[in-house]
C-alpha cells in the first residue's frame, strides 16, 4: 500500500475506502484515537526530554568552550585538578543557567503556538467535528469550505465550484480548479486535479476529500524536511554578521596572545588555558540566549496586551514597522456590520429585495462573513418553505454568490455580489411597480444610485435573480438575469480612531488603508477621518501605472480602492521601496499581501489561511492594540541591544587590556578560572537585560540594525574602557607594587565593576540617574557587586588565587570604577548626540516628510479643531 499511496491520485475512492478501512462516513473516534497512537509522535511532536536535551548540548557547541573544556581536563591530567575543576564547574554553571533561561522562553513560544492551533472539520462516528489539525490520520472524511488551510494530502469525494491555491508547492498563484476523478499515474503535480495538498488552501467553493497522507509523508512534509530554517530577518542576519566579526577578533588575539607567552617561555598548558579563558570572555556567547529570552519576553508582554506572537524573530521586525496598511473594516470602522435597507432600483424600501438576500445569505455554504450574518438576522413577515437545490459558490474573478432555491410554486436562482458584476449578467430590472423593463434605459440610473449610496457612506451590494426551469445549477444559469435592487450596509468609523492614529503618528507609523470598496466609499471614510482631499488610487487606475512608478504615487496616496486581490501584494511591494510595512488582513484575498509585508498581522476569527501567513495574531481587531505591540517590539530591541553595547563596549575593553598586561607584566594579568568568573558572575545580571525598562523616548522611533554604529560604539568605548584598566594597571603594579595574587584580585574586582557599570551606562541614552532601570536588573547587578567585594575575604579565595586587598586598595579599585562610569556616561550621551542622525532612524530618512503623511496630520488637526 505504500506505492500505492504514493500515487494515490490514480485510483477511485471505493479502492482508498477499502485500504484506509474507511467509508464516506469518516472514521469512529475509537478508530481514529488508535491511529494517532500509531504515529511515532503521536499527533504531539517531538519529546520535551529530546528537545531539552538538545538545546542543553546547544549550550556547549561553541568551539571555543569545548577547547578550553578540554584544555582543562588535560590539566586535571597533569596533576592540577583544582584548577580544572573550578574552570569546568564555572562552564557549566554558565551553560546551565542560559540553557534554563532558554527553556524557560521556548515554553512561552510553545503556550503561543498552542493558542492559534488550526482545526479542520471531520467526519466521526457520521457527524462533523472539529479538531486540531495534527490529530488529522488517514481514513479521516474532511469537510472543507473557502479559507481552510489543507492538514493533509487527500483524495476528493466531491465537490462544488472548488478551486484550491497551491502557491507553495507548484509556484503558480492563480487558484486551480478541483474536482473529483482519477487521473493517471505519470500525470504532473500541477494537474493532479482530483488531489489537495498539505499547505495548500481552498479559495472557493466547499469539498469533502479523504485524508491518504499526513505528516512528514505529504508531499509539503517532504519539503519542509529540506528547507526547515524560516528565513532570516534584518536583525538575525546583523546579529550573526557582527558576532562573526567579534569571533575573528577574537581568534586573531587569543592566537596573538598565546604565541607570545609561549615566546616568553611561560608553561604550554598555562598559556593554553589563559588564552581560550580570554576568548571565551570577549566571545558574545551570551547573544543567542539574551535575543531568544528577549524575544520570548517580550512575546509574554505582547500576549498581556492581546497580541500573540506567531513567530519570535518577527518582534524585532514589528519594532522596525513605520507604515501600517490596513482594510478599513474592523480597524477602521467598527466591524459591527448592519443592514441600513434593502431597497429595490429605484431606491424605495423592498421586502421582496430583503426576502431574496435573507434567502441567499441563509443558504450560503463558504466561509462565513460579517454581512451574510446581519443579512440572516433579518426579520421575515412570513416564513415560506424554501429549499436549497445548488450553489455556486463566491470567488474572487466573479466576485458574486449564486444560490438555487425552490419554494412551492417556484425555482429561483439569486445572486448577490459586487454591483458592476451584478449589474453585467442582467438584461432586465425590477421596477417599484413589480414590472420588468430592458435594463438598458435604466443602466445609467442605477450607476448613479449606486455612487449617491457610496458618496453617504455605505458599502453597496447588488442583488438580481431569475426563474429557474431545471433543477441543477451551474455558472451558465448566471445569465439573462433581473436586477432586483441594493443590499445597503452601514459600518461606522470608530469613535477613538482619530486619537489611535495620533497614538501611531506618535510611535512615527503612517497609515495607508487598501479596501475593495468603491472609491466613493473610500472618500466618504476619507473625509469623516479629517481628510478633506484625499489621495485615492483605485485598483483601474493601478494596472496602466509602471512598476518604475508606482512607489512614488503609492507613497502619496492615503486610500488604495476598488483593489483586487493580487494588486494588495503589488501595492505593498511598492511601499517597500520607502517602509517598514506591516500588512493586517484576515481573508483569503488577504495571504498573498500578508506574505509579502515585512511584518503580517491577522486577528483571531480570521480564515485559517491568513492567520497561518501571519507573524502576529490580534485577539481583538484594534489599532490601539497592535500599537502597544509595536511598542514590545521596540523595548524587545532595544533590550537586545543593551547587551550587544555592553559587550562591544566594556567587556571588549577589559578583555583586551587583560591581553596587553599579560605581555608587559612577568605573571598573567588575570588566572584563567578567574576570567571564567568575571563572565559567570556578569552573566546574571546581563540575562535581565531582556525585561529591563526602556525610555520612553527610545520607543517612539523604529529601531534599527546599525553596524557602522556598532563598530564606532566599540572602538570609543573600548578605548575608553582600556584608558580606565591601564589606569587600573599603573596603580596597582607601579604605585601600589602588589605582587601576582593581590594584582589578579584587584584587576578581577575592577573589571567586574566596571562592566556593571556600563550596563547601567549604556542601558539609556540619557544621564543614568534619569531613567529607571529594571528591578531584577538592579538586584542581580547589586548581588553581583557584593560578590565581587567579599569574595577574595572568603574561604573561597585560595582556591580562586585571590587575595584579601587591604580596603585603601579596595577602595581606589572601586574609586577607579565608578570615575569610569561618571566619564563613561557623559561619554555615551556625547556619542548618541552626534549620532543621532543614523542611531535608531529609519533608513528611509524622507519619509516621514511626505506629502501623505503631512495630510494625514494635518487634516486631523483641522478636524479636532472644528
Not at 500576549?303 to 478599513?328: P, R
Not at 598573567?668 to 525598562?693: E, G, H, R, Y
Amino acid at each position: 500500500m505504500t506505492n500505492d499511496k504514493d500515487a494515490f491520485w490514480q485510483f477511485e475512492s471505493a479502492y482508498w475506502f477499502q485500504q484506509l478501512n474507511t467509508s464516506e462516513n469518516g472514521l469512529s473516534q475509537q478508530a481514529a484515537r488508535d491511529r494517532l497512537l500509531q504515529r511515532k509522535d503521536g499527533g504531539q511532536g517531538q519529546s520535551a526530554f529530546r528537545r531539552d536535551f538538545v538545546l542543553l548540548l546547544h549550550q556547549f557547541k561553541s568551539p571555543l568552550v569545548l577547547l578550553l573544556m578540554g584544555a582543562s581536563i588535560i590539566s586535571a591530567f597533569l596533576g592540577d585538578y583544582t584548577d580544572a575543576s573550578i574552570m569546568l564547574a564555572i562552564l557549566l554553571l554558565t551553560g546551565l543557567l542560559s540553557f534554563l533561561q532558554e527553556r524557560n522562553a521556548g515554553k512561552v513560544a510553545e503556550r503561543l503556538r498552542a493558542l492559534i492551533t488550526l482545526r479542520a472539520s471531520v467526519l466521526r462516528d457520521g457527524a462533523c467535528m472539529e479538531i486540531p489539525a495534527h490529530q488529522v490520520v488517514p481514513g479521516d472524511v474532511l469537510m472543507l469550505k473557502a479559507g481552510d488551510l489543507l492538514p493533509a494530502d487527500c483524495l476528493i469525494l466531491e465537490s462544488n465550484e472548488l478551486h484550491a491555491n497551491e502557491a507553495s508547492l507548484t509556484g503558480e498563484s492563480y487558484p486551480v480548479s478541483k474536482e473529483a476523478g482519477v487521473v493517471a499515474r505519470d500525470t504532473p503535480l500541477a494537474k493532479r486535479a482530483n488531489c489537495l495538498w498539505e499547505g495548500s488552501s481552498i479559495v472557493s467553493g466547499n469539498a469533502r476529500a479523504l485524508v491518504i497522507r499526513t505528516g512528514a509523508d505529504t508531499l509539503f512534509g517532504n519539503l519542509r524536511k529540506s528547507a526547515e530554517a524560516s528565513p532570516e530577518s534584518a536583525f538575525e542576519k546583523g546579529i550573526r554578521d557582527f558576532g562573526f566579526f567579534l569571533l575573528k577578533v577574537t581568534l586573531t588575539l587569543t592566537l596573538f596572545i598565546l604565541l607570545v607567552n609561549l615566546f616568553n617561555e611561560k608553561g604550554v598548558i598555562e598559556s593554553a588555558l589563559f588564552a581560550l579563558a580570554l576568548s571565551v570572555g570577549m566571545a558574545p556567547e551570551l547573544l543567542p540566549a539574551i535575543t531568544t529570552i528577549a524575544m520570548s519576553a517580550g512575546a509574554r508582554r505582547m500576549l498581556e496586551k492581546k497580541v500573540i506572537v506567531k513567530k519570535l524573530n518577527a518582534i524585532q521586525n514589528l519594532g522596525e514597522v513605520n507604515l501600517l496598511c490596513t482594510d478599513k473594516t474592523g480597524t477602521i470602522t467598527e466591524g459591527a456590520v448592519r443592514i441600513a435597507a434593502t431597497v429595490d432600483s429605484t431606491g424605495q424600501d423592498s421586502a421582496f429585495v430583503r426576502k431574496l438576500a435573507f434567502w441567499n445569505a441563509s443558504f450560503e455554504s463558504g466561509y462565513t462573513n460579517p454581512i451574510d450574518e446581519a443579512l440572516k438576522a433579518l426579520a421575515l413577515p412570513s416564513e415560506e418553505v424554501v429549499q436549497k437545490i445548488g450553489e455556486i459558490p463566491y470567488d474572487f474573478i466573479r466576485k458574486r454568490l449564486s444560490i438555487g432555491v425552490e419554494t412551492a410554486t417556484d425555482k429561483w436562482l439569486i445572486t448577490k455580489g459586487a454591483f458592476s458584476q451584478v449589474l453585467d449578467i442582467c438584461t432586465t430590472v425590477r421596477l417599484a411597480s413589480d414590472e420588468t423593463a430592458a435594463i438598458a434605459e435604466h443602466r445609467q440610473a442605477l450607476i448613479d444610485r449606486y455612487d449617491q449610496y457610496g458618496s453617504n457612506g455605505m458599502r453597496v451590494l447588488a442583488l438580481a435573480y431569475k426563474r429557474l426551469t431545471h433543477a441543477e445549477i451551474t455558472r451558465a444559469d448566471e445569465s439573462e438575469m433581473v436586477f432586483a435592487g441594493f443590499i445597503l450596509v452601514s459600518d461606522p468609523v470608530k469613535r477613538d480612531i482619530l486619537e489611535t492614529i495620533e497614538t501611531l503618528k506618535r510611535l512615527s507609523i503612517d497609515l495607508k488603508i487598501i479596501t475593495g470598496d468603491s472609491q466613493n466609499v473610500a472618500r466618504a471614510i476619507a473625509v469623516q477621518l479629517g481628510i478633506r482631499q484625499p489621495e485615492i488610487l483605485t485598483g483601474k487606475q493601478l494596472e496602466a501605472i509602471s512598476p518604475e512608478a508606482l512607489p512614488l504615487l503609492a507613497r502619496k496616496t492615503h486610500i488604495f480602492a476598488e483593489v483586487e486581490p493580487q494588486q494588495k501584494e503589488r501595492i505593498i511591494l511598492a511601499l517597500k521601496k520607502f517602509y517598514t510595512v506591516a500588512y493586517m488582513g484576515d481573508g483569503i484575498n488577504d495571504v498573498s499581501a500578508l506574505r509579502a509585508a515585512d511584518v503580517g498581522i491577522s486577528v483571531e476569527n480570521a480564515v485559517d489561511v491568513a492567520r497561518e501567513a501571519a507573524d502576529f495574531v490580534l485577539m481583538e481587531q484594534n489599532l490601539m492594540v497592535l500599537a502597544e505591540g509595536v511598542e514590545e517590539g521596540r523595548k524587545t530591541f532595544a533590550n537586545t541591544m543593551k547587551y550587544i553595547y555592553i559587550n562591544t563596549g566594556s567587556t571588549f575593553g577589559n578583555m583586551f587590556s587583560v591581553s596587553v598586561a599579560s605581555l608587559m607584566l612577568p605573571f598573567l594579568p588575570m588566572l584563567p578560572k578567574q576570567i571564567l568568573l568575571v563572565n559567570f558572575l556578569t552573566s546574571f545580571p546581563f540575562l535581565t537585560v531582556s525585561a529591563d525598562n526602556v525610555d520612553e523616548e527610545q520607543l517612539m522611533r523604529p529601531g534599527r540594525w546599525n553596524i557602522r554604529l556598532l563598530r564606532r560604539f566599540m572602538v570609543v568605548f573600548g578605548l575608553h574602557s582600556s584608558l580606565f584598566d591601564i589606569m587600573t594597571f599603573v596603580t596597582l603594579f607601579y604605585i601600589l607594587k602588589t605582587q601576582a595574587s593581590v594584582f589578579q584580585t584587584g584587576w578581577f574586582i575592577e573589571s567586574i565593576c566596571t562592566q556593571l557599570i556600563i550596563l547601567f551606562v549604556v542601558r539609556t541614552r540619557k544621564q543614568f540617574f534619569k531613567s529607571r532601570p529594571g528591578k531584577y536588573l538592579l538586584i542581580l547587578s547589586i548581588a553581583a557587586f557584593f560578590v565581587t567585594v567579599t569574595l577574595p575575604y572568603t574561604p573561597l579565595a585560595w582556591q580562586l588565587g585571590m587575595s584579601p586587598l587591604p580596603i585603601p586598595y579596595l577602595l581606589t579599585m572601586v574609586g577607579i570604577a565608578a570615575l569610569y562610569g561618571l566619564t563613561g556616561d557623559w561619554l555615551k550621551v556625547w556619542f548618541f548626540r552626534s549620532d543621532k542622525h543614523v542611531e535608531g532612524h529609519s533608513r528611509f530618512p524622507h519619509v516621514h516628510g511626505n506629502s501623505s503623511s503631512n495630510k494625514w496630520r494635518g487634516y486631523r488637526a483641522t478636524h479636532a479643531r472644528r
